[in-house]
């Protein structure tokens, strides 16, 4: 698949000057379109198997979402159609909602649930504002989320004085209603965690139950992106979404060890990838002559037919050709037993309810010690 930029100064130029820009809008939606699924086909996304690569008890929230309302955000494109484009990724030009905004939109809903910056759960979940002195790192780490649709709302302010529209409407591009994305966030425990085992498991307990609940409220109530006030940015909770941790607890799915890839089917000839089968080979390890392999066929009550014949020649050109030279090579070290995944749990939810549900289990299982 391949994008076409447009690149014609003069059909810009022409856009640009007219009053009416949303038929030229729409041609160049088209031009755009065959690039809104190349991050799934690149498989740029994450996926949640990178928490068992995690410190033990890190954990990834993963909730899949559908607007309920438009999302508007502000691209730093300077040459553009519309005066309010919507942010967009630089490469495939998707519209995105940034790894930095998400942070700085949860961190306004935690604000709104009483977690104000100097909070002990925001500074560890968000880290300190960047005018404090501290300059400590939050635990979170956001992943962006990329939209395949992109719409046009048209706002009209009005003169306060006399009702009327004071410059005309305005045509601002944003991710439409309806448009189905995915918030995606890992949790990364560091830092000091009081005196104690117990204390670490309660902080990072307390740590869930915030983030859940700031996620929430960020999703449905507070929005996100521009415009929030005016009830832009809310979306709701669609299709399953999933709560990984770097433990092993009751009432979560276990994950499954890696599938070893299957072995490739060795020669006849051959009994391992190095070694000649047994009745091809001497005590030594070396290649049996032709006339000692035909008499152990013919010892078994055999004939020495022309398969057997052909087999031996096979085992002689492999012989000469890499099975010499391997009998003569060092013997290799022996390979150490591979290591056993550390073990994961994973807890899906379909609702709000559910998520919490599971929140609260594993905050439990955490604060009782049994992860």
Known sequence: MQCEFITTLDWVQIALNDKDKRQHWQQWQEVLSPCSDLLQKFSLLPTLSAVAHLPPLSFALHIPFQLQKPYLSKDDCAFHLLDNPVRKDKVFQAPMVASTSWKGALRAALWQLGHKADHPVTIRLLGNPRESEEQQAGRLYFFPTFFDQIGLEVINPHDRNTGVGARGPILMECVPSGTKGAFLVLYVPFGTFGQGEAERRAEIAEDLQVLCMGVQSMLTTYGFGAKTSSGFGTAELVGEGRLTIR?????????????????????????????????????????????????????????????????????????????????????????????????????????????????????????????
């Open 247 to 371: 433990a092993a607890l009751d009432g979560g799915l276990a994950s499954s060890a890696p599938i070893a890839p299957p072995q490739p089917e060795l020669p006849r000839y051959l009994e391992t990838p190095t070694r000649l089968h047994t009745d091809l080979r001497r005590a030594d390890g070396t290649l049996k002559s032709e006339v000692e392999y035909q008499d152990l066929i013919e010892s078994r009550g055999q004939k020495f037919s022309k398969k057997d014949k052909q087999l031996y020649d096979k085992a002689k050109r492999w012989w000469e050709d890499k099975g010499q030279a391997l009998t003569q090579a060092p013997e290799p070290e022996p390979e150490s037993a591979p290591l056993e995944p550390p073990p994961v749990s994973v807890y899906t939810f379909h609702s709000w309810e559910e998520l919490h549900q599971a929140v609260q289990r594993v905050a439990e299982l955490l604060k009782g010690g049994t992860a």
